[in-house]
Every structure is written in C-alpha cells, then in structure tokens.
C-alpha cells in the first residue's frame, strides 16, 4: 500500500520525455479523485544538484536516513516532480520522518504561492 512519506522506486523520465532509469522517488501526497494517482518527486545521489533553501537533504547523519531505505547521502529534489499512477511504483524502500515530509510540503506550498 502506497503512503505520504514513502520511498519507492520509479523510471524517473528524462525532461525530453525518453525513458529514465529506475531510482528513488519520494511519496508525496494522493491526488483528490477516483484515480490512484499520485504526486512524487525525484531522489538522487548526486548532491551538487541541490537547489539550495529548495530542495532537501538528507545524509547518514539523520535520525531518519536509516529507515528512508537510501544507501547513500541524497538530496530530494523538490524541483523535479511527477504525477503517477500508483501502479507503476515498483517497491518501497522505506520512509522518511514525518517532520521532514511536513517540511518538504511547507516548502513545496511556500514556492507554489510565492512566500
């Protein structure tokens, strides 16, 4: 069963549309309606492609990265979003805390209403 805060694995699209490979992605939240679609953003390792004061970090130093299923130190890229069918999620690795996933949506709500 698909849940807010989780970590899955999705085939990202590239922003010229052509297939991606496989990586994290984390749950963000269900779509209102009657399809079991859902709104996720991207995961990667390659930290240098962290919008700063955007996107949120989170490395083996967390209380959470444990449990968020990740093996390396990663940055949840905010900026890269995607709306799914939940079907098409291939597997959870785990969860973030709560407290981050509220943060992350806080973030996400300031940038949409310009705060």
């Known amino acids: 069963m698909i849940a807010e805060g989780q ?5 990202f699209p590239q922003t010229d549309q052509t297939e991606g490979s496989l990586r994290p992605a984390l749950v963000l939240r269900q ?4 399809y079991n679609d ?3 953003c991207m995961i990667s390792s390659k930290l240098h492609q962290t919008i700063a004061d955007f996107d949120e970090v989170i490395t083996s130093k967390d209380s959470d990265f444990k449990q ?3 093996k390396l130190s990663s940055v949840i890229r905010i900026s890269r979003l995607a709306v799914v069918e939940g079907s098409i999620l291939l597997g959870e ?3 973030i805390d709560a ?6 949506k806080q973030r996400l709500t300031n940038w949409i209403c310009g705060s």
């Open 7 to 11: 970590v899955v694995l999705f085939r």
């Open 31 to 34: 779509l209102p309606g009657q």
């Open 38 to 40: 859902w709104l996720i």
């Open 68 to 70: 968020s299923g990740l």
């Open 93 to 95: 690795l785990g969860q």
């Open 99 to 104: 407290h981050r996933l509220f943060l992350i």
